[in-house]
């Protein structure tokens, strides 16, 4: 593995089950990031899925409940650990480094690809986003989320440059504990390019959900508690060359990560 795929597997595996039970109900995954990435998905019934960085298996879970067959890839061996043990035999979990070819994916062997909140964590975006395209069908659809680029400068301190590939550090709490972790910002320009290099084109962009609304969305902390961190946007991406909007495509959730307080 290079440093980056490296970095991350130590990050998540370091995390482990406390990262699993967080993301369960945490606002920006239960309330927004999910719900977006299943909206844009539409029916799966009877579709393949590779979900890339599937961590613990959140959003497998959720797509083979809408009868999906679904295939998890995820650098940290601690999280498809939790992945296989959490739901058993209902899909194919290995762990993989996505910044790498993956030769044990056949070619055009599946309908969808979704890359949840997983990007962000690799400088270059050129292999994942080939082999994505690789493997997907004629008509079939990439969905992503990331960090929005206008706000993820303001974690460093001075901001970080907007118009540069930068690589940034944050401290989560998960279980009560704090974790180091790091991902990279990068412009919308450097998003889009590398998307178009890739041979897909931008379809639609979706507005971020507020943050009362995904207050309401979300069951209450056994403590009481709520904590609101990001929102975000969608957007929709389609193939060079696709004659119609939903003949194979991309979509993209920008995670922006804007702070909230928490909610008592």
């Known amino acids: 593995m290079n440093d980056d795929a490296t970095r991350a597997a130590d990050h998540y595996d370091a995390m482990g089950p406390a990262y699993a039970d967080d993301v369960r109900t945490h606002p920006v995954n239960a309330a927004y990031e999910r719900p977006a990435m299943l909206k844009m998905a539409g029916d799966v019934r009877r579709k393949r899925v590779l979900d890339v960085g599937c961590a613990a298996g959140g959003l497998s879970a959720l797509l083979m409940d809408r009868g999906a067959d679904v295939v998890g890839i995820d650098v940290s061996e601690r999280m498809v650990e939790i992945a296989r043990r959490d739901l058993g035999g209902r899909a194919e979990f290995r762990v993989a480094d996505v910044g790498r070819p993956m030769p044990f994916l056949a070619g055009e062997s599946f309908d969808i690809v979704t890359a949840s909140l997983v990007l962000h964590y690799l400088r270059d975006w050129a292999v994942p986003l080939r082999e994505f395209h690789r493997v997907l069908r004629p008509d079939g659809a990439l969905l992503i989320s990331t960090h929005h680029p206008t706000q993820d400068v303001a974690i460093s301190d001075p ?16 279980g009560g504990r704090d974790f180091e972790v790091h991902f990279y910002h990068r412009p919308l320009s450097a998003v889009v390019d590398a998307l178009a290099d890739a041979g897909f084109v931008v379809e639609r962009i979706a507005g971020p959900l507020r943050a009362d609304v995904a207050r309401s969305l979300v069951p209450v902390h056994p403590r009481g508690e709520v904590q609101h961190r990001r929102s975000g946007t969608d957007a929709r991406l389609t193939p060079s060359g696709s004659t119609s909007p939903g003949a194979g495509g991309a979509i993209v959730s920008d995670d922006i990560r804007e702070r909230y307080a928490t909610v008592r």
């Open 159 to 174: 901001p970080a440059s907007y118009f540069d590939v930068t690589l940034l550090r944050d401290t989560w709490d998960k």
